[in-house]
């Protein structure tokens, strides 16, 4: 996908790069064995018994709990930013809230990072926006699968 100027064909691209990680994401929670629900949208949310704006994508239920995940796709790689709502969730769930990004979308091997409490493992700054680079979000995803097969 090349860089373009024309909003319509930038939504649809930012459309398609989305869709790509959540399916990337949620075939990776149901290889571990999950039952993944999309809460993305006010009336997913709120047919899973939660508000219409959780503050994440999915909601996967494994037998040891609950994973909160926020998922975020690039077209190639670079910074993620999350909203205010998806950071204050991240604040107050700690460690059920996963962010999920999934890189290079674009291509045809999306490569996935997932990061266990962004808010413990990233560092944030504050412009009502909260932006990590792809080199703390690949370390603290390594860490997470260190920790996570010991």
């Known amino acids: 996908m090349l860089p373009t100027t024309d909003a319509e064909a930038r939504t649809r691209v930012e459309t ?7 399916r990337v994401a949620w075939g990776f929670e149901e290889a571990r064995g999950a039952t993944v629900t999309d809460v993305s949208t006010p009336a997913g949310a709120v047919a899973a018994g939660l508000t219409e704006h959780p503050g994440f994508d999915l909601l996967s239920r494994h037998p040891d709990g609950d994973r909160l995940i926020e998922v975020k796709g690039k077209a190639g790689t670079g910074e993620v930013d999350l909203t205010e709502n998806e950071f204050g969730q991240a604040c107050n769930l700690r460690d059920r809230f996963w962010l999920y990004v999934v890189y290079e979308c674009a291509s045809p091997a999306p490569r996935l990072a997932r990061v266990c409490d962004p808010v413990r493992t990233l560092v944030a700054r504050a412009e009502r926006t909260f932006s990590f ?7 603290a995803a390594s860490n997470a699968a260190a920790t996570e097969n010991a």
């Open 133 to 139: 680079g792809p080199a703390a979000i690949q370390a």
């Open 16 to 22: 398609d790069v989305e869709g790509i990680a959540v």
